[in-house]
């Protein structure tokens, strides 16, 4: 009943006298904020959020903000009218308030309400004249002071202001410094709203802003580059060094230019915000705007900048093996940071900090338009690679210059290993390989050298930097590193006539040595480890479908070629005879496979072995490949006599070293430095081929397998296997074909391999209980064991017998899945 009564006084009322409309409202509120500063004493020192002003100003700007969502088709409400039109100058009391700060707290207030209104209106009406004008004048106090006490709401806005831009581009040309007017004319308040809120403080000229370095004269004319900005752009090329950009004082960028200004900030949130608002400008699909950026704005120098800040500040006696635990992003704050003293491990706030700046360069590179991303990775290269390129260089054998060269590839291939822009790959690597002749590119060969030193801390580093180089690798830097060598068969030497070894065949043939052997246990043992070596390859083939008979020429051959690299070894040094994790082995390379095919899908690699020029020291270009579709034949079908005389001896060979002694071992690894294939090689052959200086060291190192480390071996292997999988024809014939004819004197993986074998099978067995050593050492470490890695009691010999029996296993693994990969592409 009284619900009733009082909704027909309202009825009443509104009849006599109608509410007022959102236009008398929003005069309302304007000409309450205007009584308070005239009568506002600042002598009082009371604080804006004390006042009304704040309720009023919210009020005008929802009233804008519902008065919008009434109107229809776009139209302009005249709340909305009376600020573009400036019929009520609130846009320019929130600039004189940003300036004045009067009362206290009146700057963050202007501030945060301009940022509102940006944000909620639909139609901000960005492009007038009275809308814009006091937003550049907020913009200029935003870089007043550093550390000021309103960066966050300074940054919102500018923020702000970088999406409304991202949305319609063209409101770009407002903030160029072409189009804004003349420095006194910008700074100029108002006089209506000067008498409003009188300023009686100079405003100063703001620091460290390069906007106003200079004074502009008007009249400029409107546009957003100089005339000859484009001479050189369209020179600009991703292998062209990046020089330094000479700037024009009249050509300025301002929302670039404030934003930059935030990036030392002590607030980590301010620096996050800042680099959204430069990720969002400098995405910009305008090509203007791009050249802008590169050619008169410190940008891409002031990004990279900070980032050898950040690197320098890295302490020099930080662990290498520490590098490689990071997994930071660029907006990653750590929950500790805010106790400075805390560390995970020493140096792990700098690394931190130097990392999570790199994902964001490798971030921004890949987001922004493609003439600012290709100077950026320009700048990074000259700026920051050649910077540190010294440090690769040790000076001495002193430890602490070559623990500054570990640090230092350690964190390169870091580096290296988390980037994912395209632009900033390909400028890595065109750094580390160079565009000149292999063997005249110093930094390459510094890295190969540091491979060979004694120091094993650093060899260890630079292996991981070039397995790293060859799983992120571009087409041009494997071609410079491993392809320009092999592209030109120089290792391959045409067989003569297959001829059998009279001295050979009669020692098989002796009935006394047949029954000498048979009454040997050892060979007994290795005999049936061979025949259950073939019957486990025979029914993986027959699993995968692979033992058709119209394939019985092919499946013969890489019958003998899985064969020939799990025969290496002799049994009795095999810590796993079985073989169990054989098929483990596949389906790993089977994945890796796939995954070098996808790599590599896109490069311009021939798929079949090239006949070019056979000549030894051959570097000829890559670029007169023929392009072709991604398939090659694997293993050669040709030479199939030779082939299994070479099969038959190593099978003899390898019985042998079961059951000879000591000096038979001698002498059979000194009557077998001469290659056999060399006895079917034309002696007329002066030639060698020069396998170029990465193959030279990976086969040195691999010769030295028993005498290095567990975990340098390993990283050693992982490369090979790497270099294995890629699908090159000649690549695949030089490094997985056991029985591939040779040059004279060409090193081989295979023929290394025997050696390496050789070796272990004349030093391990004189070590007393060798067998139990070797049975233990497995199980170390496959168990994976922290202990085990600390403690200094390892046997190196053992420990590289082991990781060579795996390697096997690997290669065996590795040339069935490619050969299966061939069947089904021919099917």
Known sequence: MLSRFSDVLQTAADVLAPPATKYEDFEYHWKMIVNFYQAYDETTKVHIEDTRVPHHLHQMFQLIVDEEKEQQGGTVGPCLEAVVQRSIGVLDALAVLAVTDRPPGARAMALNLATTLLRRTQQPCLNSVHVYRP??????????????????????????????????????????????????????????????????????????????????????????????????????????????TVYDDNDKFLLIDLLLSYLNSADNQVVLRACEGIMIVSSLPEDDIANLITSCSPCCETIVDKLCTKYRAIPNDVDPNDVDQLNITWAYVAQDFGDKSYNKFHGYRELTSFFSWLDYCDTLMKECHPTIAAHLARTFRSNFLEGVESWLLPASNNSSFVHQAALTTALLAKCLRVIDSSDL??????????????????????????????????????????????????????????????????????????????????????????????????????????????????????????????????????????????????????????????EHYIHDAQRHYQLWLDITASFHWPSEPNWMENTASSTHSYDSRPEADFHFSAFDTLHTDTKKLLSKELTDEDQSKAQSTDKDVKDDVKSDTSDTTDKRIPQTIEDEFDEGPFFKMIFKLLSRMPDQPYQVNLHLTSIISKLALLPHPNLHEFLLNPNLPTSKNTRTLFKTLQNIARRLTLEIPRMKNYKKIIEDTRQQLMSEDPSYDISGDHNELVESLIVLEEFCKELAAIAFVKYQHILHMHR
């Not at 804004?180 to 000229?205: A, F, G, H, T």
């Not at 006394?512 to 050892?522: K, T, V």
Request: charged fraction near 30%; proline fraction near 6%.
């Open 425 to 582: 790959i390909n400028e890595f690597s065109n750094w580390l390989v160079g565009d000149g002749e292999v063997s005249e590119w110093p930094l390459l060969l510094a890295l190969i050298n540091n491979c060979l030193t004694e120091d094993y801390d650093l060899t260890l580093e630079t292996l991981r930097f070039f397995e790293t180089i060859i799983e992120r690798g571009t087409e041009h830097s494997m071609d410079r590193i491993v392809v320009s060598r092999v592209i030109s068969r120089g290792y391959y030497s045409p067989p003569g006539p297959a001829t059998v070894d009279t001295d050979e065949r009669d020692r098989l043939n002796d009935l006394s040595f047949g029954r000498e052997r048979d009454r040997n246990r050892e060979a007994m043992k290795q005999l049936e480890h061979e025949d259950a070596i073939n019957e486990q390859i025979s029914d993986i083939l027959s699993h995968e479908g692979l033992d058709n008979k119209e394939q019985g020429e092919n499946v013969e051959n890489i019958h003998r070629v899985i064969n020939s690299f799990l025969l290496v070894l002799p049994r009795a040094l095999l810590s796993d005879p079985v073989g169990a994790d054989y």
């Open 135 to 244: 937003l550049q004048r907020m913009l200029v106090q935003c870089n007043e002071s550093p550390a000021s006490p309103t960066e966050k709401e300074e940054v919102e806005l500018l923020l702000t202001i970088c999406g409304l831009v991202r949305k319609e581009s063209g409101l770009a040309n407002i903030f160029t410094t072409p189009f804004i007017e003349d420095r006194i004319s910008l700074m100029s308040i108002p006089e209506d709203i000067q008498q409003l809120i009188p300023v009686k403080r100079k405003v100063n000229k703001p620091k460290k802003n390069p906007l106003f370095d200079v004074d502009m004269t008007p009249p400029i004319k409107m546009a957003i580059v100089r005339k000859d900005s484009f001479n050189n752009s369209a020179a600009d090329d991703a292998s062209v060094k990046s020089q330094k």
